[in-house]
């Protein structure tokens, strides 16, 4: 059961050095249940950190980078739905300006660690372009769905917003619900511009930084 512990380590470490764990589990056979637990613990750690610190990783090419990069969007998207809802639903028109404020500076943040990902799974700065590209236009889209979603299954605490409301009386439209999707309709282009943009720019500085970070220091 130790054994196949060792799949767990990338391809490249077993490869280098699978054979000889192998062998030395088998020695290892006679030792009592508690010790073979210690032993698995062991080879859990060893794996993670195998798998952390990107030694035993074949480079990958742009398809990589990218599906990497998109994969880790996703999840950095979590908190900015978050925030969005509780500035929409929960809290709505109160914390608006540091809203847009940390919702900035935490892009930026993101998108360096984007980069530093991309840079991470390919070796090649073409890639770490595209990468930090797509992660930008996925986040841009999935900021603009969620926006499109909470405002109109919630439309009944939008409406209620007082800019909102002026916006809406300007516009001549008799349906707020209308009026609303039409405003998010001509934000959606600025949106994937300036999440593009940030992307691409924060990205790369990310993506150096890190690969800089990784060559070996010059004596």
């Known amino acids: 059961m130790v054994n196949k512990l060792i799949r767990l380590y990338p391809a490249r470490w077993r490869e280098r050095y699978g054979a000889e764990m192998t062998r030395l589990l088998e020695d290892l056979a006679p030792l009592s249940r508690g010790a073979r637990l210690r032993v698995g613990l062991d080879l859990l750690r060893g794996a993670a950190d195998a798998r952390l610190s990107g030694d035993f990783h074949r480079p990958g090419g742009a398809a990589r980078a990218v599906g990497v990069a998109s994969g880790a969007t996703v999840l950095g998207w979590l908190p900015v739905g978050a925030l969005i809802f509780l500035t929409t639903v929960t809290f709505?028109?109160?914390?608006?300006?540091?809203?847009?404020?940390?919702?900035?500076?935490?892009?930026?943040?993101?998108?360096?660690?984007?980069?530093?990902?991309?840079?991470?799974?390919?070796?090649?700065?073409?890639?770490?372009?595209?990468?930090?590209?797509?992660?930008?236009?996925?986040?841009?889209?999935?900021?603009?769905?969620?926006?499109?979603?909470?405002?109109?299954?919630?439309?009944?605490?939008?409406?209620?917003?007082?800019?909102?409301?002026?916006?809406?009386?300007?516009?001549?439209?008799?349906?707020?619900?209308d009026f609303i999707n039409v405003s998010l309709e001509h934000q959606i282009i600025v949106g994937f511009v300036v999440c593009v943009v940030i992307g691409v720019l924060m990205g790369m500085v990310g993506a150096v930084c890190a690969a800089e970070r990784r060559q070996p220091a010059r004596v």
Request: aromatic share 12%.
């Open 92 to 177: 709505p028109s109160r914390f608006d300006g540091i809203a847009v404020v940390g919702g900035f500076f935490y892009l930026m943040a993101f998108f360096l660690a984007i980069g530093a990902i991309a840079s991470r799974a390919c070796p090649k700065p073409g890639a770490w372009l595209a990468a930090c590209a797509a992660s930008g236009a996925l986040m841009a889209v999935l900021f603009n769905a969620t926006y499109a979603v909470i405002d109109n299954a919630y439309l009944g605490i939008v409406s209620r917003d007082p800019e909102t409301i002026t916006e809406f009386r300007a516009s001549g439209m008799t349906s707020m619900r």
